[in-house]
Nanobody, 126 residues
Framework: QLQLVESGGGLVQPGGSLRLSCAASRFTLDYYAINWFRQAPGKEREGVSCISSSSGITNYLDSVKGRFTISRDNANKTWYLEMNSLKPEDSGVYYC???????????????????WGKGTQVTVSA
């Protein structure tokens, strides 16, 4: 069974940066998209970013565009979410997820997500 493990979360002051990692094991998907989602207390889980394995094209939630960057290390089956200029509203549990996907551009919805990590907490506070 494919497994995803997130790391890199923590407490950071507003304006600070964090880099989240998502490491996969038993990875068997040939074409896929890797998504990052987040969930704040009392709110629905929302898609933050994604990357398509076939094209490398990325997609971002409007509120994080220009501040967050998703990247990949294909050889090591590890994906990253670089988060800069963090705001308190970026706080939440961040989840890495994977879905089979051969499309040019991935999307930020939950549809088709097959594998989830357990999440890593990000807290942005002074």
């Amino acid at each position: 069974q494919l497994q995803l493990v997130e790391s890199g979360g923590g407490l950071v002051q507003p304006g600070g940066s964090l880099r989240l990692s998502c490491a996969a094991s038993r990875f068997t998907l040939d074409y896929y998209a890797i998504n990052w989602f987040r969930q704040a207390p009392g709110k629905e889980r929302e898609g933050v970013s994604c990357i398509s394995s076939s094209s490398g094209i990325t997609n971002y939630l409007d509120s994080v565009k220009g501040r967050f960057t998703i990247s990949r290390d294909n050889a090591n089956k590890t994906w990253y979410l670089e988060m800069n200029s963090l705001k308190p509203e970026d706080s939440g549990v961040y989840y890495c997820a994977a879905r089979p996907w051969s499309g040019y551009q991935c999307h930020l919805f939950h549809d088709g997500i097959t594998y989830w990590g357990k999440g890593t907490q990000v807290t942005v506070s002074a």
